[in-house]
């Protein structure tokens, strides 16, 4: 329940993207805002984001003005010179980490300041999309009929990836088609331009230096060529959009043909290695990512917490069950997710919930996955009908919220207009307060009846 409001133009960090970046434009991936949750995965921010002077002299401040065409040419030109000096100096630090000065030449020829990676970066927007809007494209007639083509071209390969991983079929497709509709936009970008790029400019420097590292690596390897190495301006490569040092962790040669390839037409690596990455982190075969359910009148929300995990069968036992009134099998322990509050859809959710969170933590993203999945099987729309025409709080108003928290007495680590599990808790606990409803949900009529404390 972590995430309700989805920053649009931020979705599509692929697996271990810093929070705010995006991988392809088209991405369905959302993503908290710059400086919110941490990194995913295995490649959290390492270290304070430190350089030395000549290199922070070399930097380039990068305005909304400064991209007008009259100063483009001269900001450029000094970009590309301070850039140049920078890569003299990486190019040092990356032979200390084992790459070789031909790999580390071949991978450079020609790589030059890219502004339209730092405007990509810089300019995020700040405009904001409900989860239902978020739903409505993930699991679209559109998706779920090219994933339903894309499971009938590639339903071999699926099917031997399913057997050796225990991962369904079905899964893999709709990662995939979230990531990259289904290989159709997998990012043209040189890669290590675009990491080089991002490193030079310092405002995330010690992570992307850490991919920019990783990618070098994977040309060392052999697995791809500079060349192709192409992808998203953030760092996401492939199918599924693996950044480097999820790449050098997770990815596999599923062909056999030496090179594990999820840059090609051929699928079949990238899918493997997503099936691959949900294995490593646990996933069940069987168990389904969330069921949707009803809630007996006068259900307290409350209750309703990651943390709060149950049998279905004991779940059932307080009158909750799935949408044709069916208690749903015991598939494992769940919790029931509320993810529009005491409106809209609820759902029962497994470990395997947890797994697919690994790729992306938004919950909306988890759920669009699992429901597009579910789709793809031939499953129903979700069939609760969702808040729409609420007017969401904007980033500035979520700040605004967790500020009045504190003041009201419920304190939190940081003020950083993202909606994590503490600032659902304090909401909860301001809401059981004031005598209304603990759904733990960031509404203008909360923010209302915090402004007048």
Do not use: C
């Not at 931020?10 to 993503?31: D, M, N």
């Not at 990662?175 to 040189?190: H, K, M, T, V």
């Amino acid at each position: 329940m972590r995430i309700h409001v989805l920053v649009a133009a931020l979705a599509g960090a692929v697996i271990g993207l810093p929070a705010g970046a995006s991988p392809l434009e088209t991405s369905l991936r959302p993503q908290p805002r710059p400086g919110g949750q941490a990194e995913l995965v295995s490649v959290a921010a390492t270290a304070a984001i430190a350089r030395d002077g000549l290199a922070r002299s070399l930097r380039p401040v990068l305005r909304p003005d400064d991209l007008s065409s009259g100063g483009e040419a001269v900001r450029v030109a000094a970009s590309n010179s301070g850039f140049d000096r920078w890569i003299q100096g990486f190019r040092g630090r990356a032979l200390a980490q084992g790459i070789s000065p031909r790999v580390f030449d071949a991978a450079f020829q020609g790589a030059r300041y890219n502004s339209g990676v730092i405007e990509k970066d810089r300019n995020q927007s700040e405009f904001t999309r409900q989860i239902w809007d978020y739903l409505d494209s993930a699991a679209s007639p559109v998706r779920v009929s090219n994933g339903q083509a894309a499971l009938r071209r590639h339903g071999r390969t699926l099917e031997r990836i399913e057997r050796h991983y225990g991962v369904e079929k079905e899964v893999v497709a709709a990662i995939w088609g979230l990531e990259s509709a289904y290989g159709e936009r997998r990012g043209d970008i040189p890669l290590i331009e675009a990491l080089a790029t991002l490193s030079f400019d310092g405002r995330r420097g010690a992570f992307f230096e850490k991919q920019l590292i990783a990618a070098l690596k994977i040309i060392q390897s052999g697995d791809v060529t500079p060349r192709d190495m192409k992808g998203s301006w953030a760092g996401a490569m492939g199918h599924t959009q693996f950044i480097p040092t999820s790449y050098l962790a997770y990815a596999v040669d599923f062909t056999g043909d030496g090179k594990r390839d999820i840059w090609s037409e051929d699928p079949t690596d990238a899918l493997a290695s997503t099936a691959a990455y949900l294995k490593r982190f646990g996933w069940t075969k069987g168990q389904p990512w969330g069921v949707e359910v009803r809630l007996p009148r006068g259900f307290p929300h409350a209750v309703a917490r990651r943390d709060n995990r149950k049998m279905p069968s004991q779940w059932a036992a307080e009158g909750v069950r799935d949408m044709n009134g069916k208690p749903v099998p015991d598939y494992g322990r769940a919790s029931i997710l509320l993810p529009a509050g005491a409106e809209g859809a609820a759902f029962m959710i497994f470990d395997n919930f947890a797994v697919i969170e690994r790729y992306n933590q938004a919950d909306a993203y988890v759920i669009g996955v699992g429901h597009l999945s579910d789709r793809l099987r031939g499953g129903p729309e979700i069939q609760a009908s969702w808040p729409r025409g609420y007017k969401p709080l904007s980033f500035k108003e979520k700040q605004e919220m967790q500020r009045h928290l504190v003041r009201a007495g419920f304190p939190l680590e940081k003020i950083d207009g993202i909606i994590g599990p503490n600032t659902i808790d304090a909401i909860r606990g301001f809401q059981n307060a004031i005598g209304v409803t603990p759904d733990g949900f960031p509404s203008q009529t909360l923010l209302a009846h915090l402004r007048k404390r």
